[in-house]
Structure formats: structure tokens, C-alpha cells
């Protein structure tokens, strides 16, 4: 192995990267906008819920529990309905996303305490929003009912001194806000890091291909490995500096807190990006021309965005595919990254994930290198 001659490949490649507007701006702009996109755009809070108001009972009871449910911060009333068509036209319309029915004689039946009944009707054509909505719904109810017991068994303990009391406490661990961003921008982190590696390591070596420098790499006194290390280098170096950027943006900007080692999150990184380069070599060596690799890389990342557990939780997966995404590396680099994120986890419990990667990284490098040099001799 002479180091000189992968240095003076990486010089090479370093070179054309920096003549080559486009290309930086895909390396550094691309992420950043990225982010700003995945940031913002892609998540789970709902807010500002359209929500139209069938009050039948028209009492001062009903009348708090819909001030309960606007005051939550998560429903708008935009509408008062008086009547049952009223409530199919505002959703058959999409005018609301909930009707919050209150039949006739709730206030009765909450005061000779017997159960009284509501009613809560939500638009199901999103189904992920409608169960976070009816999520939203039932805390609001569950604070009304906790309130009522509340009241009663006060009343009781005036009367008995025997009735004991209860404080219940809600306490939420790791993301006390509930702020999707939290959860969200560490797994940008993860595509951005794999997206960047894994498509511009295959293009920059089928780039040789198509206008036909590969060939004279090859007859040159370089070997197919310095040559491969040579062109794989330079993106595992801006892979690295993409993370820093991204990261700066992430604490800065949007405020997720690292909870744990930055240290940690870097070197585990690189281990991740023995998994990436690898690929991208695997795609160069079975690809042609530029528009072939790119599209190669996407049938790779797409599949491994939706299996990983990025958006849609692994455990809702029926079980053949939950198996299927034991096969998926970016898996386990996700649940590396919001462990250190968001639980500040150290190696004492990632390991049995970074055991993983590792083995990933290493058999896909190697196997990949392996018909890199074979394609190249």
C-alpha cells in the first residue's frame, strides 16, 4: 500500500469536487435544505385542530367542557352546529376535522352521577392525524373525568374523613415536551449522512467510467485498492463535515439537545460510514453510466428510509417485514443516534446495535472491495 499515491488520488478528487459547482452545492447546500425541509415539514404534532361544536345539552357544565377542549391549545372551534346535517356537511366537506357532539341531558346525568354520554366524531381519510387527534381528544376528556372525581371525592372526604385521596403524576422521560423535531432531526442527521456517502462515492467512480479516465487509472502503477481508498476518502471526510454542519444547524436552530456524547456520535458515525462507502462502491461496480447509479442508489435508499424506523415505528410492521428490517443497517444507526440524542445512551447500552453495524459495515466494505478490484483488474 503507498499512501502517497491514495493521497495524490484524494488531491484528484478533492480538486474536481471543488471545480465542480453542482457538486458542491448537492454536498453542502443540499443538506442543509434538507434538513430545514425534513425539519419542519415532516411531523407528527397536530395542531390548530378545525373542530366544529354540537352542543345539544346547552348548559354551563357542557359549556366548560368545550372551553376545556379550546383551551387545550389543540382544537379551533370554527363552527357551532345546530343540527345532524349540519355535522355530515362540515364533514363531508372538509370544512373540520372533529365534531364534538354533546347530546341533550349531559349536565343531568353528570349531576344524579350517573355516566353521561358524548360523542366525538373525526374525519378517518388520514388515519395517522385522526388517531393523534383522538389521542388529544381523550386527554381532554380524561382531565374533565379526573376533575368530576375530583369534586365527588372531595365532597365524599367533607362527609366521611375516611376517603383516601389520590395524586396522580404524569412524568415523561427523554422528550418532555413530546416535540416531534426531537425525534425527527436526529433521523435527517442519519439520511443525510447515508444519502451523501452512498450516492456520490458510486457516481464519483462511474464518472470515470463514462468519460473514460478509469482506464487510464488502471494502467498507471496505482493498485485497485489504493485506487478505491483513494476515491472513497473524500466523501467519508465531507460525510463528517456534512454531520458537524448538520449538527451545528440542529442545536442551534431548531434546538435538539444532545443529551450525550458528541464524541460518541461521531465515532460510532464513521463506523456507520464503513456501511455507506460500501455500498456506494457496490453500486458503481454494477452501474455504467451516472443516471444508472443514481437510480441504483435509490432503489437502495428508499427501501431502507421506510424500514428503518425513520418515520413508521418498526413494532406497527407486520412481523415478516419487522424481519425483513433486521437486514436494514440504517436501523440500527437510527436507534444509535436518538439513543445518544434524546437518552444520552453510551456504549453500555448501544452496544448490541454498534456490535451489529459493525459487522454490517465491515463484511458490505469488504465484500464490495472485493469486487471493486476484481471489476478493475
Not at 418498526?314 to 443497517?329: R, S
Request: charged share 15%; glycine share 6%; aromatic share 10%.
Amino acid at each position: 500500500m503507498n499512501w502517497r499515491r491514495v493521497w495524490r488520488v484524494i488531491i484528484k478528487e478533492l480538486t474536481q469536487i471543488r471545480r465542480d459547482k453542482r457538486m458542491l452545492m448537492v454536498i453542502f447546500a443540499m443538506p442543509i435544505l434538507q434538513l430545514f425541509i425534513f425539519g419542519y415539514a415532516v411531523s407528527t404534532d397536530v395542531n390548530h385542530i378545525l373542530t366544529a361544536v354540537y352542543d345539544e345539552d346547552r348548559t354551563s357544565d357542557s359549556r366548560q367542557l368545550i372551553e376545556r377542549f379550546t383551551r387545550s391549545g389543540y382544537f379551533d372551534e370554527v363552527a357551532y352546529l345546530t343540527s345532524d346535517a349540519q355535522v355530515n356537511h362540515v364533514l363531508d366537506t372538509g370544512q373540520v376535522q372533529m365534531v364534538l357532539h354533546i347530546p341533550r341531558r349531559f349536565a343531568h346525568a353528570l349531576r344524579r352521577q350517573r355516566p353521561a354520554q358524548l360523542q366525538t366524531i373525526l374525519d378517518g381519510t388520514d388515519s395517522m392525524t385522526a388517531l393523534i387527534v383522538a389521542g388529544y381528544a381523550n386527554a381532554v376528556l380524561r382531565q374533565y373525568t379526573a376533575r368530576i372525581t375530583i369534586e365527588r371525592l372531595n365532597h365524599l372526604r367533607a362527609a366521611t374523613q375516611r376517603v383516601p385521596g389520590l395524586d396522580a403524576r404524569l412524568r415523561i422521560w427523554y422528550n418532555p415536551e413530546l416535540k416531534s423535531v426531537n425525534f425527527m432531526v436526529p433521523g435527517v442527521l442519519c439520511l443525510i449522512l447515508f444519502i451523501v456517502t452512498l450516492t456520490m462515492t458510486s457516481m464519483a467512480i462511474v464518472r470515470e467510467k463514462e468519460i473514460g479516465t478509469l482506464e487510464q487509472l488502471i494502467v498507471t502503477p496505482i493498485t485497485p485498492r489504493e485506487l478505491m481508498l483513494g476515491k472513497t476518502l473524500p466523501f467519508l471526510f465531507i460525510g463528517l463535515l456534512d454531520m458537524a454542519v448538520v449538527l451545528l444547524v440542529a442545536v442551534y436552530w431548531f434546538h435538539v439537545r444532545v443529551a450525550g456524547s458528541i464524541t460518541l456520535l461521531f465515532l460510532l458515525s464513521l463506523l456507520f460510514l464503513f456501511t455507506s462507502l460500501g455500498l456506494g462502491i457496490f453500486v458503481s461496480t454494477i452501474s455504467k453510466t451516472q443516471q444508472e447509479a443514481t437510480l441504483t442508489s435509490f432503489f437502495i435508499l428508499q427501501p431502507s428510509i421506510i424500514l428503518s424506523g425513520y418515520m413508521f415505528p418498526v413494532e406497527n410492521m407486520p412481523v415478516a417485514i419487522q424481519w425483513v428490517t433486521y437486514l436494514i443497517p440504517l436501523r440500527y444507526f437510527l436507534e444509535i443516534i436518538r439513543g445518544i440524542f434524546l437518552k444520552g445512551n453510551g456504549l453500555s447500552q448501544l452496544w448490541p446495535q454498534v456490535l451489529i453495524l459493525a459487522i454490517f459495515g465491515v463484511t458490505i466494505l469488504l465484500l464490495s472491495a472485493a469486487r471493486f478490484s476484481k471489476r478493475v483488474g
